[in-house]
Protein backbone atom coordinates (compact mmCIF):
# COMPACT_ATOMS: atom_id res chain seq x y z
CA UNK A 1 0.00 0.00 0.00
CA UNK A 2 2.44 2.41 0.74
CA UNK A 3 4.73 1.88 -2.28
CA UNK A 4 1.79 2.12 -4.49
CA UNK A 5 0.68 4.77 -3.26
CA UNK A 6 4.22 6.75 -3.75
CA UNK A 7 4.23 5.45 -7.25
CA UNK A 8 0.98 7.48 -7.49
CA UNK A 9 2.30 10.57 -6.07
CA UNK A 10 5.93 10.43 -7.75
CA UNK A 11 3.94 9.45 -11.56
CA UNK A 12 2.82 12.80 -10.77
CA UNK A 13 5.57 14.28 -10.08
CA UNK A 14 7.35 12.39 -13.29
CA UNK A 15 4.80 14.62 -15.75
CA UNK A 16 5.61 12.12 -18.07
CA UNK A 17 3.78 12.18 -21.83
CA UNK A 18 2.71 9.40 -23.90
CA UNK A 19 3.33 9.65 -27.89
CA UNK A 20 1.03 8.66 -30.94
CA UNK A 21 2.77 7.74 -33.96
CA UNK A 22 4.41 10.80 -35.27
CA UNK A 23 3.10 11.65 -38.70
CA UNK A 24 5.81 12.02 -41.24
CA UNK A 25 7.90 9.07 -39.59
CA UNK A 26 7.42 6.52 -41.83
CA UNK A 27 8.11 2.33 -42.30
CA UNK A 28 11.22 3.52 -45.35
CA UNK A 29 9.04 3.15 -48.68
CA UNK A 30 12.33 2.71 -50.84
CA UNK A 31 12.60 -1.40 -50.61
CA UNK A 32 15.35 -2.28 -52.37
CA UNK A 33 13.77 -3.95 -55.10
CA UNK A 34 11.91 -1.96 -56.57
CA UNK A 35 9.41 -4.81 -57.19
CA UNK A 36 6.63 -2.15 -56.62
CA UNK A 37 6.91 1.46 -57.57
CA UNK A 38 6.42 2.75 -53.87
CA UNK A 39 5.03 6.25 -55.34
CA UNK A 40 1.83 5.05 -57.09
CA UNK A 41 1.27 3.07 -53.88
CA UNK A 42 1.30 5.94 -51.67
CA UNK A 43 2.18 9.05 -53.89
CA UNK A 44 0.75 11.48 -50.31
CA UNK A 45 4.21 10.02 -48.37
CA UNK A 46 6.30 11.44 -50.95
CA UNK A 47 4.84 14.87 -52.10
CA UNK A 48 4.07 16.16 -48.63
CA UNK A 49 7.18 14.33 -47.25
CA UNK A 50 8.92 17.49 -46.37
CA UNK A 51 6.20 18.62 -45.03
CA UNK A 52 5.59 16.07 -42.58
CA UNK A 53 8.89 15.81 -41.09
CA UNK A 54 8.72 19.42 -40.22
CA UNK A 55 5.34 18.34 -38.51
CA UNK A 56 6.67 15.67 -36.76
CA UNK A 57 9.61 17.32 -35.45
CA UNK A 58 7.45 20.38 -34.48
CA UNK A 59 5.00 17.78 -32.81
CA UNK A 60 8.08 16.98 -30.44
CA UNK A 61 8.75 20.73 -29.90
CA UNK A 62 5.49 21.25 -28.36
CA UNK A 63 5.05 18.17 -26.49
CA UNK A 64 8.26 18.03 -25.23
CA UNK A 65 7.71 22.29 -24.70
CA UNK A 66 4.03 21.49 -22.66
CA UNK A 67 5.39 18.94 -19.73
CA UNK A 68 9.32 20.81 -19.45
CA UNK A 69 8.28 23.66 -17.84
CA UNK A 70 10.24 22.54 -14.52
CA UNK A 71 13.24 22.21 -16.77
CA UNK A 72 13.62 26.38 -16.45
CA UNK A 73 12.47 29.95 -18.43
CA UNK A 74 13.14 29.89 -21.84
CA UNK A 75 13.32 33.38 -22.44
CA UNK A 76 13.97 34.47 -26.31
CA UNK A 77 15.98 37.76 -27.58
CA UNK A 78 16.68 39.30 -30.70
CA UNK A 79 19.12 37.08 -32.86
CA UNK A 80 21.45 39.98 -32.86
CA UNK A 81 22.08 39.73 -28.83
CA UNK A 82 24.01 36.08 -29.53
CA UNK A 83 27.61 35.23 -30.36
CA UNK A 84 28.55 34.43 -33.53
CA UNK A 85 31.01 32.03 -33.26
CA UNK A 86 31.43 31.00 -36.96
CA UNK A 87 29.09 30.84 -40.48
CA UNK A 88 26.89 28.85 -39.27
CA UNK A 89 25.76 31.63 -36.91
CA UNK A 90 25.83 34.21 -39.94
CA UNK A 91 23.32 32.56 -41.86
CA UNK A 92 20.92 31.24 -38.96
CA UNK A 93 20.17 34.55 -37.11
CA UNK A 94 20.50 36.38 -40.36
CA UNK A 95 17.54 34.20 -41.21
CA UNK A 96 15.91 34.59 -37.75
CA UNK A 97 16.44 38.29 -38.14
CA UNK A 98 14.99 38.36 -42.04
CA UNK A 99 12.02 36.63 -41.05
CA UNK A 100 11.73 38.91 -37.68
CA UNK A 101 11.55 35.71 -35.20
CA UNK A 102 13.02 35.78 -32.18
CA UNK A 103 16.25 33.66 -30.83
CA UNK A 104 15.75 31.31 -27.63
CA UNK A 105 18.50 31.86 -25.20
CA UNK A 106 21.67 29.64 -24.75
CA UNK A 107 21.78 26.54 -22.87
CA UNK A 108 22.75 26.83 -19.56
CA UNK A 109 25.63 24.31 -18.50
CA UNK A 110 22.94 21.90 -17.30
CA UNK A 111 21.38 21.82 -20.45
CA UNK A 112 24.88 21.75 -22.51
CA UNK A 113 26.53 18.97 -20.72
CA UNK A 114 23.67 16.48 -21.59
CA UNK A 115 23.24 17.13 -24.97
CA UNK A 116 26.57 16.79 -25.75
CA UNK A 117 27.13 13.70 -23.99
CA UNK A 118 24.51 12.18 -26.14
CA UNK A 119 25.00 13.76 -29.36
CA UNK A 120 28.21 13.15 -29.27
CA UNK A 121 29.25 9.70 -27.23
CA UNK A 122 25.43 8.62 -26.92
CA UNK A 123 25.71 8.33 -23.23
CA UNK A 124 24.66 10.60 -20.29
CA UNK A 125 27.32 12.20 -18.16
CA UNK A 126 27.89 10.91 -14.69
CA UNK A 127 27.02 13.37 -11.91
CA UNK A 128 30.70 13.61 -11.30
CA UNK A 129 31.03 14.67 -14.77
CA UNK A 130 28.39 17.31 -14.15
CA UNK A 131 29.73 18.83 -11.63
CA UNK A 132 33.18 19.35 -12.49
CA UNK A 133 31.77 20.87 -15.86
CA UNK A 134 29.49 23.26 -13.64
CA UNK A 135 31.90 24.16 -11.60
CA UNK A 136 34.66 25.17 -14.40
CA UNK A 137 35.05 29.07 -14.72
CA UNK A 138 37.44 27.92 -17.54
CA UNK A 139 36.23 30.97 -20.45
CA UNK A 140 36.66 27.64 -23.62
CA UNK A 141 35.16 24.43 -20.93
CA UNK A 142 32.50 23.90 -23.40
CA UNK A 143 35.43 23.67 -26.30
CA UNK A 144 37.49 21.13 -24.25
CA UNK A 145 34.29 19.02 -23.54
CA UNK A 146 33.72 19.18 -27.21
CA UNK A 147 37.18 17.59 -28.13
CA UNK A 148 37.57 15.51 -25.20
CA UNK A 149 34.61 13.28 -26.63
CA UNK A 150 35.09 13.76 -29.99
CA UNK A 151 38.41 11.47 -29.50
CA UNK A 152 36.55 9.15 -26.72
CA UNK A 153 35.77 5.82 -27.49
CA UNK A 154 32.19 6.25 -26.96
CA UNK A 155 32.30 8.45 -29.91
CA UNK A 156 33.18 5.33 -32.01
CA UNK A 157 30.38 3.52 -30.69
CA UNK A 158 28.09 6.11 -31.62
CA UNK A 159 29.20 7.29 -34.83
CA UNK A 160 29.60 3.43 -35.91
CA UNK A 161 25.94 3.08 -34.77
CA UNK A 162 24.75 6.02 -37.19
CA UNK A 163 26.56 5.13 -40.01
CA UNK A 164 25.44 1.24 -39.62
CA UNK A 165 22.48 2.34 -39.70
CA UNK A 166 23.13 4.38 -43.28
CA UNK A 167 25.09 1.19 -44.80
CA UNK A 168 22.61 -0.98 -43.71
CA UNK A 169 25.30 -3.76 -42.07
CA UNK A 170 23.00 -6.28 -40.46
CA UNK A 171 23.34 -10.28 -40.14
CA UNK A 172 20.19 -11.02 -42.10
CA UNK A 173 18.22 -8.98 -44.61
CA UNK A 174 15.59 -9.57 -47.31
CA UNK A 175 18.06 -10.22 -49.87
CA UNK A 176 21.02 -11.15 -49.07
CA UNK A 177 22.16 -12.60 -45.77
CA UNK A 178 25.63 -11.31 -44.92
CA UNK A 179 26.12 -14.17 -42.01
CA UNK A 180 27.33 -12.76 -38.19
CA UNK A 181 30.72 -13.32 -39.67
CA UNK A 182 30.11 -10.42 -42.77
CA UNK A 183 28.02 -8.19 -40.07
CA UNK A 184 30.79 -8.57 -37.94
CA UNK A 185 33.65 -8.11 -40.24
CA UNK A 186 31.97 -4.51 -41.87
CA UNK A 187 31.20 -3.89 -38.27
CA UNK A 188 34.66 -4.07 -36.75
CA UNK A 189 35.89 -2.22 -39.46
CA UNK A 190 34.12 0.50 -39.12
CA UNK A 191 35.47 1.08 -35.60
CA UNK A 192 39.03 0.23 -36.44
CA UNK A 193 38.48 3.05 -39.20
CA UNK A 194 36.29 5.35 -37.17
CA UNK A 195 39.18 5.07 -34.15
CA UNK A 196 41.75 6.18 -36.62
CA UNK A 197 40.60 9.04 -38.18
CA UNK A 198 38.76 7.65 -41.83
CA UNK A 199 37.48 10.23 -43.85
CA UNK A 200 34.14 9.65 -44.45
CA UNK A 201 35.39 9.71 -48.00
CA UNK A 202 37.36 7.05 -47.65
CA UNK A 203 34.70 5.41 -45.45
CA UNK A 204 32.45 5.28 -48.97
CA UNK A 205 35.09 4.64 -51.07
CA UNK A 206 36.37 1.79 -49.29
CA UNK A 207 32.49 0.61 -49.21
CA UNK A 208 32.01 0.96 -53.22
CA UNK A 209 35.41 -0.89 -54.44
CA UNK A 210 36.21 -3.37 -51.52
CA UNK A 211 37.17 -6.85 -52.92
CA UNK A 212 37.60 -10.25 -51.44
CA UNK A 213 36.06 -12.37 -49.09
CA UNK A 214 33.10 -10.98 -47.13
CA UNK A 215 33.91 -12.84 -43.67
CA UNK A 216 37.51 -11.03 -44.16
CA UNK A 217 36.80 -7.97 -45.89
CA UNK A 218 34.44 -5.71 -43.92
CA UNK A 219 33.65 -2.97 -46.77
CA UNK A 220 32.66 -6.12 -48.71
CA UNK A 221 29.85 -6.64 -47.63
CA UNK A 222 28.11 -3.32 -48.74
CA UNK A 223 27.61 -4.42 -52.09
CA UNK A 224 26.54 -7.61 -51.01
CA UNK A 225 23.51 -5.89 -49.64
CA UNK A 226 22.29 -5.47 -53.49
CA UNK A 227 22.52 -8.83 -54.52
CA UNK A 228 18.71 -8.87 -56.02
CA UNK A 229 17.21 -12.43 -56.11
CA UNK A 230 14.56 -13.26 -58.51
CA UNK A 231 15.34 -12.19 -61.47
CA UNK A 232 18.72 -10.98 -63.59
CA UNK A 233 21.87 -9.67 -62.88
CA UNK A 234 20.48 -6.18 -64.27
CA UNK A 235 18.68 -6.15 -61.15
CA UNK A 236 21.88 -6.19 -58.82
CA UNK A 237 23.45 -3.78 -60.83
CA UNK A 238 20.49 -1.89 -60.55
CA UNK A 239 20.57 -1.99 -57.00
CA UNK A 240 24.06 -1.24 -56.03
CA UNK A 241 23.45 2.30 -58.28
CA UNK A 242 20.57 2.69 -55.97
CA UNK A 243 21.92 2.04 -52.91
CA UNK A 244 25.29 3.99 -53.78
CA UNK A 245 23.21 7.25 -54.95
CA UNK A 246 20.72 6.78 -52.42
CA UNK A 247 23.20 6.48 -48.95
CA UNK A 248 25.96 8.56 -50.51
CA UNK A 249 25.07 10.90 -52.79
CA UNK A 250 21.13 11.59 -50.92
CA UNK A 251 19.52 11.00 -54.46
CA UNK A 252 17.21 8.28 -53.36
CA UNK A 253 14.65 9.00 -56.55
CA UNK A 254 17.39 6.67 -58.33
CA UNK A 255 14.89 3.97 -57.22
CA UNK A 256 12.10 5.08 -59.72
CA UNK A 257 14.03 6.36 -62.54
CA UNK A 258 15.51 2.54 -62.75
CA UNK A 259 12.10 1.18 -63.59
CA UNK A 260 10.77 4.37 -65.46
CA UNK A 261 11.88 7.97 -67.34
CA UNK A 262 10.88 10.53 -64.14
CA UNK A 263 8.92 12.36 -66.48
CA UNK A 264 5.15 12.11 -65.90
CA UNK A 265 5.92 10.64 -62.62
CA UNK A 266 8.78 12.63 -60.44
CA UNK A 267 6.66 15.64 -62.11
CA UNK A 268 6.08 17.08 -58.61
CA UNK A 269 8.58 15.58 -56.48
CA UNK A 270 12.19 16.55 -58.00
CA UNK A 271 13.27 18.56 -60.78
CA UNK A 272 16.10 16.51 -61.54
CA UNK A 273 13.77 13.33 -61.30
CA UNK A 274 11.45 15.01 -64.05
CA UNK A 275 14.24 15.02 -66.29
CA UNK A 276 15.74 11.94 -65.60
CA UNK A 277 15.66 8.70 -67.97
CA UNK A 278 15.69 5.36 -67.32
CA UNK A 279 18.53 4.96 -69.66
CA UNK A 280 20.72 7.32 -68.14
CA UNK A 281 20.10 5.59 -64.55
CA UNK A 282 20.97 2.29 -66.21
CA UNK A 283 24.22 3.90 -67.67
CA UNK A 284 25.18 4.37 -64.02
CA UNK A 285 24.03 0.74 -62.79
CA UNK A 286 26.53 -0.13 -65.72
CA UNK A 287 29.47 0.86 -63.51
CA UNK A 288 28.55 -2.16 -60.93
CA UNK A 289 27.68 -4.73 -64.13
CA UNK A 290 31.77 -6.11 -63.50
CA UNK A 291 31.43 -6.86 -60.28
CA UNK A 292 30.79 -10.17 -58.94
CA UNK A 293 30.63 -12.45 -55.67
CA UNK A 294 30.89 -16.26 -55.86
CA UNK A 295 30.47 -19.08 -53.03
CA UNK A 296 34.05 -18.98 -51.16
CA UNK A 297 34.14 -22.41 -50.61
CA UNK A 298 31.97 -25.65 -50.66
CA UNK A 299 33.70 -27.10 -47.56
CA UNK A 300 31.07 -27.38 -44.42
CA UNK A 301 33.74 -27.54 -42.42
CA UNK A 302 35.68 -24.42 -43.47
CA UNK A 303 35.29 -21.54 -41.46
CA UNK A 304 34.58 -19.85 -44.12
CA UNK A 305 31.59 -21.57 -45.36
CA UNK A 306 28.63 -19.52 -46.51
CA UNK A 307 31.14 -16.63 -47.16
CA UNK A 308 31.03 -14.90 -51.13
CA UNK A 309 34.29 -14.08 -52.44
CA UNK A 310 33.94 -10.50 -53.92
CA UNK A 311 36.06 -9.54 -57.25
CA UNK A 312 35.68 -7.71 -60.45
CA UNK A 313 35.47 -9.22 -64.17
CA UNK A 314 37.85 -7.66 -67.09
CA UNK A 315 34.54 -7.09 -69.70
CA UNK A 316 30.59 -6.58 -69.27
CA UNK A 317 28.12 -4.52 -69.97
CA UNK A 318 24.50 -3.68 -69.17
CA UNK A 319 22.67 -5.40 -71.12
CA UNK A 320 19.42 -4.19 -72.39
CA UNK A 321 17.86 -7.75 -72.85
CA UNK A 322 15.46 -8.67 -70.18
CA UNK A 323 11.78 -9.79 -70.12
CA UNK A 324 11.42 -10.79 -66.51
CA UNK A 325 12.74 -10.24 -62.57
CA UNK A 326 11.89 -7.10 -60.14
CA UNK A 327 11.99 -3.90 -62.70
CA UNK A 328 10.05 -3.70 -65.79
CA UNK A 329 11.37 -5.59 -69.13
CA UNK A 330 14.92 -3.69 -70.52
CA UNK A 331 14.83 -3.24 -74.53
CA UNK A 332 17.31 -2.75 -77.21
CA UNK A 333 17.00 1.41 -77.47
CA UNK A 334 17.10 1.36 -81.85
CA UNK A 335 20.28 -0.57 -82.17
CA UNK A 336 21.17 -0.21 -79.08
CA UNK A 337 21.77 -3.58 -77.35
CA UNK A 338 23.75 -2.65 -74.46
CA UNK A 339 24.94 0.45 -72.35
CA UNK A 340 28.70 1.32 -71.04
CA UNK A 341 28.80 3.17 -67.78
CA UNK A 342 28.44 6.77 -67.57
CA UNK A 343 28.07 9.23 -64.22
CA UNK A 344 25.35 11.76 -63.82
CA UNK A 345 27.73 14.50 -64.59
CA UNK A 346 29.08 13.04 -67.59
CA UNK A 347 31.94 11.05 -66.81
CA UNK A 348 33.12 7.87 -68.50
CA UNK A 349 35.84 5.45 -66.98
CA UNK A 350 39.31 5.57 -68.01
CA UNK A 351 40.08 2.17 -67.27
CA UNK A 352 38.52 -1.38 -66.73
CA UNK A 353 37.89 -0.94 -63.36
CA UNK A 354 34.50 0.71 -63.59
CA UNK A 355 33.49 0.11 -59.33
CA UNK A 356 36.78 2.37 -58.63
CA UNK A 357 35.65 4.77 -61.37
CA UNK A 358 32.79 5.03 -60.02
CA UNK A 359 33.63 5.34 -56.46
CA UNK A 360 35.88 8.58 -57.63
CA UNK A 361 33.14 10.20 -59.68
CA UNK A 362 31.10 9.80 -56.35
CA UNK A 363 33.32 11.46 -53.64
CA UNK A 364 34.57 14.15 -55.96
CA UNK A 365 30.65 14.69 -56.75
CA UNK A 366 29.07 17.88 -55.14
CA UNK A 367 26.24 15.95 -54.11
CA UNK A 368 28.51 13.53 -51.80
CA UNK A 369 29.33 16.59 -49.78
CA UNK A 370 25.85 17.68 -49.74
CA UNK A 371 24.60 14.46 -48.45
CA UNK A 372 26.62 13.96 -45.88
CA UNK A 373 26.57 17.87 -44.47
CA UNK A 374 22.68 17.60 -44.53
CA UNK A 375 22.51 13.72 -42.40
CA UNK A 376 25.21 15.08 -39.95
CA UNK A 377 23.60 18.35 -39.27
CA UNK A 378 20.11 16.74 -38.82
CA UNK A 379 22.19 14.20 -36.66
CA UNK A 380 22.74 16.88 -33.96
CA UNK A 381 20.03 19.38 -35.39
CA UNK A 382 17.24 17.02 -35.14
CA UNK A 383 15.96 18.37 -38.50
CA UNK A 384 17.50 18.25 -41.93
CA UNK A 385 17.79 21.24 -43.87
CA UNK A 386 16.65 19.40 -46.97
CA UNK A 387 13.70 16.55 -45.51
CA UNK A 388 13.67 13.59 -46.15
CA UNK A 389 17.67 13.54 -46.55
CA UNK A 390 17.38 10.90 -48.90
CA UNK A 391 15.57 12.69 -51.50
CA UNK A 392 18.02 15.38 -52.70
CA UNK A 393 17.28 17.49 -55.42
CA UNK A 394 20.57 18.34 -57.53
CA UNK A 395 18.95 20.75 -59.78
CA UNK A 396 17.52 22.37 -56.77
CA UNK A 397 20.32 22.89 -53.92
CA UNK A 398 22.88 25.44 -55.99
CA UNK A 399 21.74 28.76 -54.66
CA UNK A 400 24.14 30.16 -57.37
CA UNK A 401 22.36 28.20 -59.78
CA UNK A 402 18.51 28.45 -58.54
CA UNK A 403 15.92 26.77 -60.65
CA UNK A 404 13.17 28.46 -63.01
CA UNK A 405 9.87 28.68 -61.22
CA UNK A 406 7.71 27.66 -59.97
CA UNK A 407 10.40 25.80 -58.55
CA UNK A 408 12.14 26.96 -55.55
CA UNK A 409 15.57 25.96 -53.76
CA UNK A 410 15.02 22.46 -51.73
CA UNK A 411 16.96 23.45 -48.52
CA UNK A 412 15.15 25.49 -45.63
CA UNK A 413 18.72 27.37 -45.49
CA UNK A 414 20.37 26.43 -49.10
CA UNK A 415 22.97 29.24 -48.69
CA UNK A 416 23.71 27.72 -45.47
CA UNK A 417 24.12 23.90 -46.84
CA UNK A 418 26.08 24.93 -49.51
CA UNK A 419 28.90 26.71 -46.72
CA UNK A 420 28.73 23.04 -44.66
CA UNK A 421 29.48 21.25 -47.92
CA UNK A 422 32.37 23.36 -48.97
CA UNK A 423 33.69 23.29 -45.39
CA UNK A 424 33.09 19.66 -45.01
CA UNK A 425 35.41 19.36 -48.14
CA UNK A 426 37.84 21.78 -46.98
CA UNK A 427 38.26 19.80 -44.09
CA UNK A 428 38.86 16.41 -46.42
CA UNK A 429 35.90 14.75 -45.22
CA UNK A 430 37.19 14.92 -41.27
CA UNK A 431 34.23 13.33 -38.94
CA UNK A 432 34.97 14.72 -36.10
CA UNK A 433 36.49 18.58 -37.90
CA UNK A 434 33.23 19.04 -39.28
CA UNK A 435 31.11 17.77 -36.04
CA UNK A 436 33.19 20.13 -33.89
CA UNK A 437 32.68 23.24 -36.11
CA UNK A 438 28.58 22.73 -35.50
CA UNK A 439 28.66 21.75 -31.97
CA UNK A 440 30.59 24.98 -31.22
CA UNK A 441 28.25 27.18 -32.98
CA UNK A 442 26.28 29.56 -30.88
CA UNK A 443 22.83 28.37 -33.15
CA UNK A 444 23.79 24.28 -32.00
CA UNK A 445 23.69 25.79 -28.60
CA UNK A 446 20.62 27.52 -28.37
CA UNK A 447 18.14 26.02 -25.23
CA UNK A 448 15.18 23.74 -26.42
CA UNK A 449 13.11 26.24 -23.89
CA UNK A 450 11.33 29.05 -25.98
CA UNK A 451 8.68 31.40 -24.04
CA UNK A 452 7.41 33.05 -27.40
CA UNK A 453 4.54 31.27 -29.27
CA UNK A 454 6.26 28.89 -31.42
CA UNK A 455 4.27 28.51 -34.53
CA UNK A 456 4.73 25.73 -37.39
CA UNK A 457 6.38 27.92 -40.14
CA UNK A 458 9.00 29.00 -37.44
CA UNK A 459 10.32 24.71 -37.83
CA UNK A 460 13.10 25.55 -41.06
CA UNK A 461 14.60 28.34 -38.74
CA UNK A 462 16.11 26.72 -35.86
CA UNK A 463 15.19 29.63 -33.88
CA UNK A 464 15.93 27.04 -30.97
CA UNK A 465 16.93 23.25 -29.87
CA UNK A 466 14.78 20.71 -31.40
CA UNK A 467 14.88 18.20 -28.80
CA UNK A 468 14.76 14.31 -30.20
CA UNK A 469 13.42 11.33 -28.55
CA UNK A 470 16.72 9.04 -27.44
CA UNK A 471 17.50 6.01 -29.56
CA UNK A 472 16.30 2.86 -27.93
CA UNK A 473 20.31 1.89 -27.35
CA UNK A 474 20.54 5.20 -25.73
CA UNK A 475 17.70 4.55 -23.12
CA UNK A 476 19.10 1.21 -22.61
CA UNK A 477 22.66 2.41 -21.61
CA UNK A 478 21.39 5.61 -19.88
CA UNK A 479 19.87 3.19 -17.56
CA UNK A 480 22.68 0.89 -17.50
CA UNK A 481 24.96 4.48 -16.44
CA UNK A 482 22.50 5.85 -14.05
CA UNK A 483 22.33 2.60 -11.87
CA UNK A 484 25.50 0.49 -12.69
CA UNK A 485 24.13 -2.61 -13.26
CA UNK A 486 25.35 -3.69 -16.85
CA UNK A 487 24.16 -6.34 -19.29
CA UNK A 488 25.84 -9.02 -20.41
CA UNK A 489 24.83 -9.96 -24.34
CA UNK A 490 26.41 -12.97 -25.91
CA UNK A 491 26.65 -12.19 -29.56
CA UNK A 492 27.28 -14.38 -32.69
CA UNK A 493 31.10 -14.40 -33.78
CA UNK A 494 32.55 -12.37 -30.94
CA UNK A 495 34.32 -13.80 -28.04
CA UNK A 496 33.28 -11.75 -24.55
CA UNK A 497 29.79 -10.72 -24.15
CA UNK A 498 28.94 -7.31 -24.81
CA UNK A 499 28.04 -4.97 -21.58
CA UNK A 500 26.52 -1.84 -23.77
CA UNK A 501 23.77 -1.42 -26.74
CA UNK A 502 25.38 1.15 -28.73
CA UNK A 503 28.43 -1.56 -29.07
CA UNK A 504 26.02 -4.36 -30.58
CA UNK A 505 26.83 -4.82 -34.24
CA UNK A 506 23.12 -4.22 -35.36
CA UNK A 507 19.61 -3.38 -33.99
CA UNK A 508 18.49 -7.16 -34.28
CA UNK A 509 21.53 -8.62 -31.74
CA UNK A 510 21.10 -9.67 -28.30
CA UNK A 511 17.16 -10.74 -28.92
CA UNK A 512 16.52 -6.79 -29.14
CA UNK A 513 15.05 -6.87 -25.86
CA UNK A 514 11.61 -5.95 -25.41
CA UNK A 515 12.04 -2.18 -24.34
CA UNK A 516 14.66 -1.34 -27.05
CA UNK A 517 12.78 -2.75 -29.60
CA UNK A 518 10.08 -0.56 -28.36
CA UNK A 519 11.99 2.64 -29.57
CA UNK A 520 12.03 1.77 -33.01
CA UNK A 521 15.25 0.91 -33.57
CA UNK A 522 14.44 -0.35 -37.23
CA UNK A 523 15.96 -3.08 -38.93
CA UNK A 524 18.48 -1.69 -41.29
CA UNK A 525 16.52 -3.03 -43.96
CA UNK A 526 13.13 -2.38 -44.91
CA UNK A 527 12.10 -0.72 -41.69
CA UNK A 528 14.28 2.69 -40.88
CA UNK A 529 14.78 4.60 -37.40
CA UNK A 530 11.71 6.51 -36.07
CA UNK A 531 11.62 8.87 -33.83
CA UNK A 532 7.79 8.09 -33.08
CA UNK A 533 6.90 7.33 -29.66
CA UNK A 534 4.13 4.71 -28.57
CA UNK A 535 2.01 3.62 -25.07
CA UNK A 536 4.67 0.96 -25.54
CA UNK A 537 7.34 2.55 -24.64
CA UNK A 538 5.80 4.41 -21.40
CA UNK A 539 4.80 1.08 -20.67
CA UNK A 540 8.04 -0.56 -20.60
CA UNK A 541 10.00 2.17 -19.11
CA UNK A 542 6.95 1.76 -15.93
CA UNK A 543 7.41 -2.01 -15.62
CA UNK A 544 9.70 -3.57 -18.01
CA UNK A 545 12.37 -5.72 -15.74
CA UNK A 546 15.38 -4.41 -17.19
CA UNK A 547 14.12 -1.13 -15.32
CA UNK A 548 12.46 -2.60 -12.34
CA UNK A 549 15.11 -5.01 -11.66
CA UNK A 550 17.95 -2.01 -12.12
CA UNK A 551 16.45 0.51 -9.49
CA UNK A 552 16.80 -2.03 -6.42
CA UNK A 553 19.16 -0.81 -3.91
CA UNK A 554 20.56 -4.00 -3.13
CA UNK A 555 21.06 -4.34 -6.82
CA UNK A 556 22.14 -1.14 -8.26
CA UNK A 557 25.84 0.20 -7.00
CA UNK A 558 25.12 3.70 -7.64
CA UNK A 559 21.73 3.87 -5.30
CA UNK A 560 23.31 1.91 -2.83
CA UNK A 561 26.25 5.20 -2.61
CA UNK A 562 23.18 7.24 -2.95
CA UNK A 563 21.83 5.92 -0.31
CA UNK A 564 24.53 7.08 2.12
CA UNK A 565 23.65 10.62 1.81
CA UNK A 566 23.90 12.23 4.92
CA UNK A 567 21.02 14.91 4.15
CA UNK A 568 17.66 14.13 2.33
CA UNK A 569 18.36 17.14 -0.01
CA UNK A 570 21.69 15.18 -1.03
CA UNK A 571 20.16 12.08 -1.86
CA UNK A 572 17.57 13.94 -3.62
CA UNK A 573 20.31 16.03 -5.81
CA UNK A 574 22.34 13.34 -6.65
CA UNK A 575 18.91 11.17 -7.83
CA UNK A 576 18.12 14.05 -10.23
CA UNK A 577 21.89 14.11 -11.63
CA UNK A 578 22.71 10.83 -11.78
CA UNK A 579 19.22 10.44 -13.96
CA UNK A 580 18.30 13.53 -15.51
CA UNK A 581 21.50 15.42 -15.34
CA UNK A 582 20.42 18.38 -13.42
CA UNK A 583 19.34 19.27 -10.36
CA UNK A 584 15.98 19.11 -8.74
CA UNK A 585 13.14 22.42 -8.76
CA UNK A 586 12.34 23.67 -5.70
CA UNK A 587 9.05 21.83 -6.23
CA UNK A 588 10.40 18.71 -6.99
CA UNK A 589 13.01 18.55 -4.32
CA UNK A 590 10.49 19.45 -2.23
CA UNK A 591 7.70 16.57 -2.96
CA UNK A 592 10.36 14.08 -3.03
CA UNK A 593 12.14 15.06 0.33
CA UNK A 594 8.24 15.10 2.08
CA UNK A 595 8.10 11.41 0.78
CA UNK A 596 11.63 10.16 1.99
CA UNK A 597 10.45 12.15 5.47
CA UNK A 598 7.56 9.05 5.75
CA UNK A 599 10.45 6.45 5.45
CA UNK A 600 11.12 5.11 9.33
CA UNK A 601 13.29 2.07 8.57
CA UNK A 602 16.20 1.56 6.59
CA UNK A 603 13.79 -0.70 4.34
CA UNK A 604 11.56 1.97 4.10
CA UNK A 605 13.88 4.44 2.74
CA UNK A 606 15.08 1.72 0.27
CA UNK A 607 11.51 1.88 -0.97
CA UNK A 608 11.39 5.52 -0.92
CA UNK A 609 14.77 5.92 -3.39
CA UNK A 610 13.78 2.99 -5.75
CA UNK A 611 10.20 4.79 -6.09
CA UNK A 612 12.35 7.92 -6.72
CA UNK A 613 14.65 6.28 -9.10
CA UNK A 614 11.66 4.75 -11.16
CA UNK A 615 9.73 8.22 -11.01
CA UNK A 616 13.32 9.87 -12.66
CA UNK A 617 13.07 6.75 -15.54
CA UNK A 618 9.49 8.17 -16.33
CA UNK A 619 10.40 11.55 -16.31
CA UNK A 620 10.13 13.25 -19.60
CA UNK A 621 13.64 14.68 -19.88
CA UNK A 622 15.11 11.42 -19.22
CA UNK A 623 14.04 10.15 -22.31
CA UNK A 624 14.90 13.30 -24.31
CA UNK A 625 17.68 15.05 -25.77
CA UNK A 626 16.53 18.54 -25.63
Request: hydrophobic share 40%.
Amino acid sequence: MFRSMIRGTLLLLSLSVCFAQDPGTLVDPTMDSGVNCAFRVAPDEFVDATAKARAASYQRVMKFSRQSSALGAGSTLAPTELPVRSFIDEEIFGALQKAGVRSARLSNDHEFVRRIYLDLTGRIPTPAQIREFVASEAPNKRAELIDRLLFSPEFVDRWVLWFGDLVGNVSTNTFFPLRAEGRNAYYQWMVDSFSKGMSLKDLAWNSIVAKGNNFDVGPANYLLRSQTPGGPAQDTYDTAAYRAARDFLGIGHYDCVLCHNGRGRLDSLSLWGRNATRAEAQRMAAFFSRERNQTATTDRLDPRFNSRFVTDVATGQYSLNTNYGNRPQRAPIGTLRALDPEYRTGGTPKSADWRGEFAEFMINDPMFARNFANRIWKQLFNQGLVEPVDQLDPMRLDPAKPPPAPWTLQASNPVLLERLAQKLTSQDYNLREFIRELVSSSAYQLSAQYDDPWKLEYQPLFARHYPRRLEGEEIHDAIQIATGVLSAYRVNGFAEPINWALKLPDPLEAGGTTLMNTFYRGNRDTVARQQSGSIQQQLGLMNDTFVTNRIRVTSSPVLRQIALNATAQGLVDDLFLTFLSRPPTVRESTQAIDVLAKANSTAAKNAVIEDLAWAMINKLDFMFSY
